[in-house]
Every structure is written in structure tokens, then in C-alpha cells.
């Protein structure tokens, strides 16, 4: 009987991962908070996607002198009303935060899909350039680093002056590969993953030849996504470039940390010699 039942799992699993691009998406539409709740003005948003898809988004302003844009797309789960509190340090120094959801997120139209996403992304980063005439930095964290990645391929990015990928993974196949590779039950069939999930939309392929700064952030406890994916990433990604690693930082919270958040703000203002061309720079912070 237990023979039987193993010569079934890798026909089981296929049959999962032939769906499993779903899987890289959980959205939900709970309002968690706005940004009325810390007094903050803010606009309520809607735009089309490429397929006339009816997307929300929300562009939030500080209470004093503005200093500039952010974009955030950002990660897996839940939506905008939850991922935009991670931002609150950011709009108290002064920048302004666009924030959107993909379809099937929030008030976004839709059912979620990865090539539907890509497109959604590209629909905020036109938004943002038709209504905002200055250079911005686009981040993209976790599944919307790969998202962000993607969207500026093949893109006029002249308005966007430098990109931010925190805890990315490389790929859906490596991501899936290295969720089975810990667990013992699942470990000797991780092949089926690059059999069934397409590496057109890997962010691996997509950092090299950008012609961007980029700036690869990561905490070091291995929670969703393993430092070693934005270190690889790093690695291939042209110049100029450089990685933050923050110790003892869970999965997208490295920029809880204040030194984190004090040199970010020294990017933004295009400081120090982060947009050199032959700039390449690794930094740990504790």
C-alpha cells in the first residue's frame, strides 16, 4: 500500500503545480486600516490594466514639505490597506507613497494570475508617470519584486531613477524547488516544479542590463524567502548596485530597522555613490 502511495505523489503533485501559479497569490478584501486612521491626506484611486481590468490604488502625502515619490509594489497576501503601514516612517520624513493593488487585491478587479499582475504593474508605473512629473524609485517587495522586475522590462523607464527588490526570490520554480528541498517528504521530487512553472517571468533574467541603480534588500532569518536569493541576485544584476542584508530581519521588515531606514533615506536624495556607474557595494547591518 505505502509503494503504491509513493508512486503516486509525483503525479499528485504535478497535477498541484500545473494550478500552482494561483498559489503565488493571497489576496483578500478586508479594509485593515487607511490612512485617515494616522490623519493622513490621501487619494482614492482607480485606473485601467491593459485589459481594461478596473484597478485601486492610493497615493498617500506627508503632512509637511513633500520630498519626493516612493512606488511600492508590494507583497503576497492580504492588500494595500495592510502593506501601506509598513510605510508610515517613510511618509513621516517627508515622501509620498503610491501604493496600488494587483487584480483580485482590495478593490482591484479581477482574478489573480502572474502574466495579469506584470501588466497591472506596468498600468500603476504609467499612472504614476502621466500624474507625477518628477524622477521616483520604484520598490518591489517579495512577489512584487518579481512583479516590478517584470513590468519594467521592455518599458520606458526614464522617470524611474532607481529600483528596490526586497526579499525576492529568484523564480517560481526556484521558489517552489526550495520550499520542497525542506521537507524531506517532498525533497526528490523538486524536478516536477521546472517541468511545470515556466522561467519566462524570473527575476534572475530580468536584473541584468537594466540600466538602473538597484538595491537588493534582505533579512537574514530564513522565514519565506532565503537571503541567498538576493545575494544570487546581486550577483548577476549589473552595475551600479548593492546589497542590504539585516540581521535578525524577518521576511520584507528590513526597513523596521532605523539604520536601515537612515541610509535609505541618503538613497533617495541620490547621496553617497550609489548612482555611479561602476558602483557595486555589500553592507550588513545588525
Same mark, same amino acid.
Given at each position: 500500500?505505502?509503494?503504491?502511495?509513493?508512486?503516486?505523489?509525483?503525479?499528485?503533485?504535478?497535477?498541484?503545480?500545473?494550478?500552482?501559479?494561483?498559489?503565488?497569490?493571497?489576496?483578500?478584501?478586508?479594509?485593515?486600516?487607511?490612512?485617515?486612521?494616522?490623519?493622513?491626506?490621501?487619494?482614492?484611486?482607480?485606473?485601467?490594466?491593459?485589459?481594461?481590468?478596473?484597478?485601486?490604488?492610493?497615493?498617500?502625502?506627508?503632512? @509637511?514639505?513633500?520630498? @519626493?515619490?516612493?512606488?511600492?509594489?508590494?507583497?503576497?497576501?492580504?492588500?494595500?490597506?495592510?502593506?501601506?503601514?509598513?510605510?508610515?516612517?517613510?511618509?513621516?520624513?517627508?515622501?509620498?507613497?503610491?501604493?496600488?493593488?494587483?487584480? @483580485?487585491?482590495?478593490?482591484?478587479?479581477? &482574478?489573480?494570475?502572474?502574466?495579469?499582475?506584470?501588466?497591472?504593474?506596468?498600468?500603476?508605473?504609467?499612472?504614476?508617470?502621466?500624474?507625477?512629473? &518628477?524622477?521616483?524609485?520604484?520598490?518591489?517587495?517579495?512577489?512584487?519584486?518579481?512583479?516590478?522586475?517584470?513590468?519594467?522590462?521592455?518599458?520606458?523607464?526614464?522617470?524611474?531613477?532607481?529600483?528596490?527588490?526586497?526579499?525576492?526570490?529568484?523564480?517560481?520554480?526556484?521558489?517552489?524547488?526550495?520550499?520542497?528541498?525542506?521537507?524531506?517528504?517532498?525533497?526528490?521530487?523538486?524536478?516536477?516544479?521546472?517541468?511545470?512553472?515556466?522561467?519566462?517571468?524570473?527575476?534572475?533574467?530580468?536584473?541584468?542590463?537594466?540600466?538602473?541603480?538597484?538595491?537588493?534588500?534582505?533579512?537574514?532569518?530564513?522565514?519565506?524567502?532565503?537571503?541567498?536569493?538576493?545575494?544570487?541576485?546581486?550577483?548577476?544584476?549589473?552595475?551600479?548596485?548593492?546589497?542590504?542584508?539585516?540581521?535578525?530581519?524577518?521576511?520584507?521588515?528590513?526597513?523596521?530597522?532605523?539604520?536601515?531606514?537612515?541610509?535609505?533615506?541618503?538613497?533617495?536624495?541620490? @547621496?553617497?555613490?550609489?548612482? &555611479?556607474?561602476?558602483?557595486?557595494?555589500?553592507?550588513?547591518?545588525?
Amino acid at each position: 500500500m505505502l509503494l503504491k502511495f509513493k508512486r503516486l505523489i509525483p503525479l499528485i503533485l504535478l497535477m498541484f503545480f500545473q494550478g500552482c501559479a494561483s498559489h503565488f497569490f493571497q489576496p483578500d478584501q478586508v479594509v485593515y486600516r487607511t490612512p485617515a486612521f494616522y490623519e493622513l491626506k490621501y487619494d482614492d484611486i482607480y485606473f485601467n490594466s491593459k485589459d481594461k481590468t478596473s484597478l485601486h490604488a492610493w497615493r498617500i502625502y506627508p503632512s @509637511g514639505k513633500r520630498k @519626493g515619490l516612493v512606488f511600492v509594489a508590494h507583497g503576497n497576501a492580504q492588500n494595500l490597506s495592510s502593506h501601506f503601514q509598513g510605510w508610515l516612517w517613510l511618509i513621516d520624513q517627508g515622501y509620498e507613497v503610491f501604493i496600488f493593488d494587483y487584480r @483580485g487585491y482590495g478593490k482591484s478587479e479581477g &482574478k489573480s494570475s502572474i502574466e495579469g499582475s506584470i501588466e497591472d504593474t506596468k498600468a500603476a508605473l504609467n499612472y504614476v508617470d502621466d500624474v507625477y512629473e &518628477k524622477p521616483y524609485v520604484a520598490i518591489g517587495q517579495s512577489l512584487g519584486g518579481t512583479m516590478l522586475l517584470n513590468a519594467v522590462e521592455h518599458r520606458n523607464n526614464a522617470k524611474i531613477k532607481a529600483l528596490v527588490i526586497d526579499s525576492t526570490f529568484m523564480g517560481f520554480s526556484h521558489i517552489v524547488k526550495e520550499k520542497m528541498n525542506a521537507i524531506w517528504f517532498t525533497w526528490p521530487f523538486q524536478w516536477i516544479a521546472s517541468l511545470s512553472l515556466s522561467d519566462e517571468y524570473d527575476s534572475q533574467d530580468k536584473v541584468q542590463n537594466l540600466g538602473k541603480p538597484l538595491l537588493f534588500v534582505h533579512g537574514s532569518l530564513y522565514t519565506t524567502v532565503s537571503v541567498n536569493a538576493s545575494w544570487n541576485l546581486f550577483e548577476l544584476a549589473t552595475s551600479p548596485r548593492e546589497l542590504w542584508i539585516v540581521k535578525n530581519a524577518r521576511h520584507i521588515q528590513c526597513f523596521d530597522n532605523k539604520s536601515v531606514q537612515k541610509d535609505f533615506l541618503v538613497f533617495l536624495k541620490e @547621496g553617497k555613490d550609489y548612482y &555611479k556607474p561602476n558602483y557595486s557595494s555589500l553592507k550588513i547591518y545588525e
